[in-house]
Structures are given as structure tokens and as C-alpha cells.
């Protein structure tokens, strides 16, 4: 079969979402951190996550290519300005607090290539990532990203020189119980930071959003399906690659991940410096990428909300309001940024919260995949609606826990 | 059958877009009007915009939505929310269509003008806003 | 839809909600940041804060052997040293801010001596890694494995002593 | 009037017996000779049962799952009446007054469109 390069190219949108949007600075932070305290006894809820997310990423992107409305229009629909002017700025606040995260993530990945304060890098990376948004075409942005984030494979190489005891990373993976000094709560509050780092609804809203840009039709819809199935679990396996190095190095020495620089570690002690440079580009690619995905997800979630003309394919001046969000909020996070609040804090904060707002995101999605009269006969199968009322249950305990676990276990801290 | 369908799903909150596909905004409100003949009540208008959708929401949020809507405005018209007469809606599929392009309703997408005239347009590579 | 009939009582109700938000978010700041009052919790933020040390000084570790066998470049290390020395003065900090509870003057001063030790020895390494005596690193890091251990078995006293 | 006027409020019947909410409006396109418009006129009122039934599209079967949505709302849906614009004595401005002539409404599920 020959490969067609519009085949390629689509394929990198899945990539793109998956490695910028699935390995984000959340789980940079989260995945070593709870490597580093659970070892893999936390896998399995990166193997729930990915399920999940794959399940509401492709009934919105069907969604969306049958009707050319993408999630957040579906929830303003659905639900009511009301209940959609709540998702609104609730994903607003979250998603300013990861675009601030996420451009620190930038400036510490130049940091320690460079030596040079983080901070100085700020509004640098600020400036670059408002470039490529004013002038470098969608398509050509999401292929340079999404391939320079294949670099995050080194963390599964780095699995292997690392020589672990196999039997003993099994038998992690496959305990669901807090190892040995820490708390039932801590626990379950990593579960819930994973969840809120893996399934972040802004993945689901810039998949759908942008295979409206794309323009995907109906006939587009397996490479749709590829996209998910391949992209998705690349980034899960990526996450549980980066939870096993934390363990391997840190869980027996009980060092506490604080910052990048001890996520990326791992992988020098395995590869050397080529190891550590190749970490490096792909923690920036990463991030970059999902400094793209989050100021995009917020443009679009609000354009939709309002009916505004919005994307990333129109010039700028096609869609003004949109253009003038995404921007403010650039700057807004670059303040933000500039304030030296720690990261790493905010990045556990935003995904934390970012999981409260999982069910809102999830239930239009799920009620428009059903609908017969809208999605004829790409409504949702058996499977969809399976896996899907069982991922919106679990979000709903998730939401509803996620908050007092935050505040019980003091972020973590105990 | 009757072949009567829901405002709901069919018309309220759906997203408007021009005859020329453009995204215009969505339908905030519906306007009714009582035939004086005593009829049932007939759509005269949509209602988009910000100011619409304030006023329907109601509550602090709603007012101070409206009130905001409503100051960046320009003209005699402000008081009243941006309507768009039932005559200019064509097809409903799954987006509301209208038949003729934006530039035939000065009062809608008013800030997106305003940003393209005053902001957007003058940097470099942004475009053209009325191609 | 759901706000069109919602009359006087609209006012009153965004007050008492918003007043509870307030008072939860209040009583949530004060549980996140009270300082510890008993004997048994100041051990125990005692036990938490050696652990932190222990850690940051056995990362301090890492990445001085990691430069050493050409694993890691200058610039990562010299930044994550100076991370780790950054973390361990802030976390020495916290706890020497808190008032000891009677009869905890003692785990105070062990804690604070200990957090002056790491910290002392994390601000030797990076003066060394800032100066470019690379060579000397692994020498200055020496101590450091023998303060981990000492470390790790405060952190075990004191969570003993915290339970008891 | 706007139409968000109508939805939620309350319709009773000729007595002023309680009927339930607005919770839809059924809309039809008007006949050509009605004027220059295309637009439409309202053909009826979605009245009773759940408000989340009605948004999430159950009470008129818009959907048939996923199973749990379906059981939670399926009571609910039962409930909701049809009441065909002829019928309304009054559309406001506090109830819409309905006359029923002492009979059941017809449940909207038979007069919605599969």
C-alpha cells in the first residue's frame, strides 16, 4: 500500500495531540513525582486514563466531522449558556494556570540546556510561541511538534539500560495499594492528579476543534480512528515510561521529585549525554506543544461559547476576538510566569482542578454521540457507550473527590 | 406525523454563519411576536450577541454580561440587543445559515470589526479582514 | 435556560453562597498552613522535613556523580545543584519558622542544625560547579552519602517519636 | 417576547390546575403566503416532566442511550405533554393557560418525529 502524504500529515495531529497534549508539563511533574513516592502502583490509572480519553476524543472528533461542531460547541447546546459559561471559566482559569505552567516547562527545558535562569527564558519562549501562532501555518506547527516529541521515546529506552528487576516493576504495576509509609489518601490524591494530568478536557476540545479546521469529513474517519489509537497510547506508554525511571532511580534512595531537572535525571544516569540532550528536545517539544494546545483549547472553548469565527487555518484578521484571547491570555500566563511562582505547584494545582471539570466536559459529548437524528448512522455504538458512561462515572467521583483530597493531604504534602 | 420540530435543538443555541460560511455568532435568543389576529406567536428575529445572551441568563453574571455587551456598542441601537430578522435565515441543519454574508448586518460582530480595524489589521502578516 | 424565573430571592442567595465558597476556602487555607501545636505533629513535620533534606541531598548526589562519569552536561548540573541547595535552604526555613511546642526544643535543634548542615554542604557544591572546579566536585561531595545516612535515621526517630 | 421568556414558565390548564413547565417549543416554517418571511411560527409547547430530560433530548427520544442515561430519564419522559398552539388561551406574562377541555394532553413522544 503506498503512503499518502495528506496521510502522514493527518497522522501528526494525533501525534501532536498526544504528545503535547497527553505528555504535557502535568505529567512531566506528576508521572516522575508519583514514580518517585508509588513506583508503578499507579499505572494502572494512566491505563484508565488513556482508555478514557481515547474513548471521548474520538466520539468528539466523529462529532465533529459529521456536524462540523467541535466539544465546546456541544456543551453550550446541550447544557444551556448557564451550565456552559460555568465549564467556560472554570477551563479558562485552569487552562491559564497550565499555559503559565507550560511556558515555564519551556524555559526550564532552555534552562538546563543553557545555564541560564529560567526566568529569562520566559518571556523569550513567550515571544516565539506568539510568532508561530500569528504566522506559521496549523498543519506546519503540529508537524514540527509532533515529531520533535517522538524524542520522549528515550524515556523508554532508558527503561532498559537502566536494567531493572522486571519482576519487581511487575509486581508494582500490578499492586493497587500506596507502598510503605505513605497514606491510603496520598494515593488516591496522585490517582486523582494523574487522572487530571492524563484526561485533560483540553485535549478532547483541540482534537475536535482542529479536525473541524482540518476540514475531516465523514470519509476522514479512519484515519481519525488511527490517529486515537495509535497517538493516545504513545503517550500513556511515555507516561508509565517516565513513572518506571522515577522509581528505578529515586524510589529506593526516597528522593521527592521537586522539578524538571530530577524527571529528566534518569535519563543521563542511563544514556549519557546524548540521553539527556535528546530528553531535553522532546520536554520541549512537549511543552511547546502544549503551550500551542492549551492557548487554543481557551481561544476555541471561548469562540465557541460565543459563536465567534476562530482558527488557527484563518489569518488573524478573519477571526479578530479569537486571535485577541488567545493573546491576552499568552500574556496574562507570561505575567503570570514572571511572578517566579513555583511551576511545579501550579502545574499540581491545574491539573488537580483541571480534573474537576472532566464531567462537564465529558456529559454533551456523550448525549450528541447518541443522538440518532444528528449522527445518523455514526452515532455511538455499543462500545462507545459503554466505555464512555463507565469513563464519565468514574470522572464524576473523581470531580466530586478531588478537591477535599487536595486539601486533606495539603497538596500532596503528607 | 407532524412536521413541527424543537426550538431547542433546532434553532436556540445553534451557530449562525453567513451565506459565505463565515461564523457570525450564535442564536442567543429567539424574538416572538402575537399576531394581533390572535395566532400563535411567530419567530421576527434571532437574537446574537452578548447582551442577548446576558439578558436571558439574568442573574449577576447575566446583568453584568449585558451591561458589558451593551458599553461596547456604538450607536443609537445599544439599548436593544443585535437582531437578525427571520427573513435572512435559510437552512438549519446542523448549523443555522444565513442568506446573506455579514457585511449586510453592520450591527452584528461588532467587536470583531472594531478589533480587526483597530488591532489586528495593522501588524504585520495578519491578513486581510475583508477578503 | 434555568435563571429566567428566579426573582428577589436570586440577590440573597449569591450572598449565602458566596459567603460559604469564602468560608470554606478560609477554613481550607488555615488547615493547609496552620503551624503544627503538639508535641507530635512538630515531630512529625520534623520527621517530613529531614526526609526532604535527605532527598535533596542524595539528588545533589546524583547529579555530582552523574557529571563525573561525563553522564550530564555542566549546565544541567550546576542548574539542578543549585535547585537542590535552593530547596533544602526553603525547606529548613519552614520549619525553623514555626514555634516548637513545649518539650520539642530539643527536635528543633537537631532539625535546624541538620538543615544548616545540608545546606552549608549543597552551597559548597555549587559554588565549586559555579567556579568550574568540576574536577573537585566529586571531593566536596564526599560527606554527603554519611549525612544522607544520618538524615534517614532522624527522620525514622522522629517519626517514632511522633507516634508515641 | 423572546422564546426564553416562555421556556420554564409554568402552564395551567383552564381551571389553573398545574400542568408542569414549558420546557420546549415546538416550531414550524410558516406557509409562504404569511408575508415575505420563511420563518416560523410556533406549532406547540413541550410541557411537563424533567428539565434535564427535555435539554438532554430523552423527553422527544432523540437518543437511545447510552443505557444509564436512558433508565435515569425514562420515567420523566413519559411525562411530557404535547400542547398544540390552538389549545394556548393565554402565553403569559406570569402562566401560559391552556385549555384542556378535561381531557389528557397527548404525550409528546406521539406527536415528535422518530
Known amino acids: 500500500m503506498r503512503i499518502k502524504p495528506s496521510m502522514l500529515l493527518g497522522f501528526t495531529l494525533g501525534t501532536l495531540s498526544a504528545i503535547g497534549g497527553f505528555i504535557?508539563?502535568?505529567d512531566l511533574v506528576a508521572d516522575a513525582l508519583v514514580g518517585a513516592r508509588f513506583g508503578l502502583?499507579?499505572?494502572?490509572?494512566?491505563?484508565?486514563?488513556?482508555?478514557?480519553?481515547?474513548?471521548?476524543?474520538?466520539?468528539?472528533?466523529?462529532?465533529?466531522?459529521?456536524?462540523?461542531?467541535?466539544?465546546?460547541?456541544?456543551?453550550r447546546s446541550r447544557l444551556g449558556p448557564g451550565y456552559a459559561l460555568g465549564g467556560l471559566i472554570g477551563s479558562f482559569l485552569v487552562t491559564a494556570l497550565l499555559v503559565m505552567a507550560e511556558l515555564s516547562g519551556i524555559a526550564l527545558a532552555l534552562q538546563l540546556a543553557s545555564g541560564v535562569h529560567y526566568l529569562l527564558w520566559v518571556p523569550i519562549a513567550a515571544v516565539v510561541v506568539f510568532i508561530v501562532i500569528w504566522r506559521l501555518p496549523f498543519e506546519a506547527t503540529e508537524r514540527i511538534y509532533g515529531l520533535l516529541g517522538l524524542a520522549m521515546l528515550v524515556f523508554v529506552v532508558a527503561v532498559w539500560h537502566l536494567q531493572p528487576d522486571w519482576s519487581r516493576l511487575w509486581?508494582?504495576?500490578?499492586?493497587?495499594?500506596?507502598?510503605?509509609?505513605?497514606?491510603?489518601?496520598?494515593?488516591l490524591f496522585f490517582a486523582v492528579t494523574l487522572v487530571g494530568a492524563q484526561m485533560t478536557p483540553y485535549e478532547m476540545f483541540f482534537f475536535s476543534s482542529g479536525a473541524v479546521e482540518s476540514r475531516w469529513r465523514p470519509k476522514d474517519l479512519v484515519e481519525m480512528r488511527v490517529n486515537v489509537i495509535i497517538g493516545f497510547p504513545l503517550g500513556g506508554l511515555l507516561a508509565v515510561a517516565i513513572q518506571a525511571v522515577a522509581f528505578l532511580v529515586f524510589f529506593d534512595p526516597g528522593i521527592r521529585v521537586e522539578h524538571i531537572s530530577q524527571t529528566v535525571l534518569p535519563v543521563a544516569l542511563a544514556l549519557g549525554r546524548v540521553g539527556l540532550a535528546i530528553a531535553l528536545v522532546g520536554v520541549f517539544a512537549a511543552t511547546f506543544g502544549a503551550t500551542l494546545e492549551t492557548l487554543f483549547a481557551t481561544g476555541y472553548d471561548l469562540a465557541q461559547y460565543f459563536g465567534w469565527a476562530y482558527g488557527e487555518?484563518?489569518?488573524?484578521?478573519?477571526?479578530?476576538?479569537?486571535?485577541?484571547?488567545?493573546?491576552?491570555?499568552?500574556?496574562?500566563?507570561?505575567?503570570?510566569?514572571?511572578?517566579?511562582?513555583?511551576?511545579?505547584?501550579?502545574?499540581?494545582?491545574?491539573?488537580v482542578f483541571s480534573s474537576v471539570l472532566l464531567p462537564f466536559a465529558f456529559l454533551p459529548v456523550l448525549l450528541v454521540g447518541n443522538d440518532k437524528r444528528v449522527m445518523g448512522e455514526l452515532a455511538n455504538g455499543r462500545l462507545s457507550n459503554t466505555v464512555g458512561t463507565i469513563t464519565l462515572l468514574i470522572s464524576i467521583v473523581v470531580s466530586v473527590a478531588a478537591v477535599p483530597l487536595l486539601i486533606l493531604t495539603k497538596a500532596g504534602a503528607s | 406525523m407532524n412536521d413541527h420540530e424543537s426550538l431547542r435543538f433546532t434553532l436556540l443555541d445553534q451557530q449562525l454563519v453567513d451565506a459565505e460560511d463565515r461564523p457570525v455568532g450564535r442564536v442567543d435568543d429567539v424574538l416572538l411576536d402575537l399576531p394581533a389576529d390572535g395566532g400563535p406567536p411567530v419567530v421576527v428575529a434571532v437574537l446574537t450577541g452578548a447582551q442577548a445572551l446576558g439578558e436571558r441568563m439574568g442573574g449577576p453574571a447575566g446583568k453584568l454580561m449585558a451591561a458589558v455587551a451593551s458599553r461596547l456598542r456604538s450607536g443609537e441601537h445599544r439599548a436593544e440587543p443585535v437582531a437578525i430578522p427571520a427573513s435572512a435565515i435559510g437552512d438549519h441543519a446542523d448549523l443555522v445559515q444565513l442568506t446573506v454574508p455579514l457585511g449586510d448586518l453592520p450591527h452584528v460582530a461588532g467587536l470583531e470589526r472594531w478589533l480587526a480595524h483597530h488591532l489586528v489589521e495593522g501588524l504585520p502578516g495578519a491578513g486581510d479582514a475583508r477578503d | 435556560m434555568t435563571t429566567t424565573h428566579m426573582g428577589a430571592g436570586t440577590g440573597v442567595r449569591w450572598v449565602a453562597v458566596s459567603a460559604a465558597v469564602f468560608a470554606v476556602v478560609m477554613a481550607s487555607l488555615w488547615f493547609g498552613h496552620a503551624p503544627p501545636r503538639s508535641a507530635a505533629a512538630y515531630a512529625r513535620q520534623g520527621a517530613e522535613t529531614v526526609g526532604y533534606l535527605r532527598s535533596q541531598t542524595r539528588t545533589a548526589r546524583l547529579w555530582v556523580d552523574a557529571v563525573a562519569s561525563g553522564s550530564a552536561t555542566h549546565q544541567a548540573a550546576s542548574v539542578a545543584l543549585r535547585e537542590a541547595e535552593d530547596d533544602a535552604s526553603a525547606t529548613a526555613a519552614r520549619f525553623a519558622g514555626w514555634d516548637p511546642p513545649a518539650g520539642s526544643d530539643a527536635v528543633r535543634a537537631t532539625v535546624t542544625a541538620l538543615g544548616d548542615e545540608v545546606t552549608r554542604r549543597l552551597a559548597e557544591l555549587r559554588i565549586a560547579a559555579n567556579r568550574g572546579r568540576w574536577a573537585d566536585l566529586p571531593g566536596v561531595a564526599r560527606p554527603l552519602p554519611d549525612l544522607a545516612e544520618r538524615l534517614g535515621a532522624v527522620a525514622d526517630e522522629l517519626t517514632a517519636a511522633s507516634r508515641s | 417576547m423572546r422564546a426564553t421568556e416562555l421556556l420554564s414558565r409554568p402552564v395551567v390548564d383552564e381551571h389553573g390546575r398545574p400542568l408542569g413547565r414549558v420546557h420546549d417549543l415546538r416550531i414550524a416554517r410558516r406557509p409562504e403566503q404569511h408575508g415575505p418571511a420563511r420563518g416560523w411560527a410556533v406549532a406547540g409547547l413541550a410541557v411537563g416532566g424533567g428539565r434535564l430530560v427535555h435539554a438532554w433530548g430523552f423527553a422527544e427520544r432523540r437518543a437511545a442511550g447510552p443505557w444509564l442515561l436512558r433508565k435515569i430519564t425514562a420515567r420523566a419522559g413519559r411525562v411530557a405533554r404535547y400542547v398544540p398552539a390552538e389549545r394556548v388561551l393565554a402565553w403569559g406574562p406570569e402562566v401560559v393557560r391552556v385549555r384542556t377541555g378535561g381531557a389528557e394532553l397527548p404525550p409528546l413522544l406521539e406527536v415528535v418525529r422518530p
Do not use: H
Not at chain 1, 171 to 187: I, N
Not at chain 1, 332 to 344: Q, R
Open chain 1, 171 to 187: 509486581a508494582s504495576a500490578t499492586t493497587v495499594a500506596p507502598t510503605s509509609g505513605e497514606s491510603w489518601p496520598a494515593y
Open chain 1, 313 to 351: 487555518v484563518q489569518p488573524p484578521a478573519r477571526a479578530t476576538r479569537f486571535t485577541t484571547t488567545v493573546a491576552a491570555l499568552l500574556l496574562l500566563s507570561t505575567a503570570l510566569a514572571l511572578t517566579t511562582l513555583n511551576p511545579i505547584t501550579v502545574t499540581i494545582y491545574a491539573v
Open chain 1, 24 to 26: 504535557d508539563i502535568g
Open chain 1, 41 to 75: 502502583r499507579l499505572a494502572w490509572v494512566t491505563g484508565f486514563a488513556v482508555i478514557g480519553i481515547m474513548c471521548y476524543a474520538e466520539m468528539s472528533a466523529r462529532i465533529a466531522l459529521k456536524t462540523r461542531r467541535p466539544a465546546f460547541d456541544l456543551a
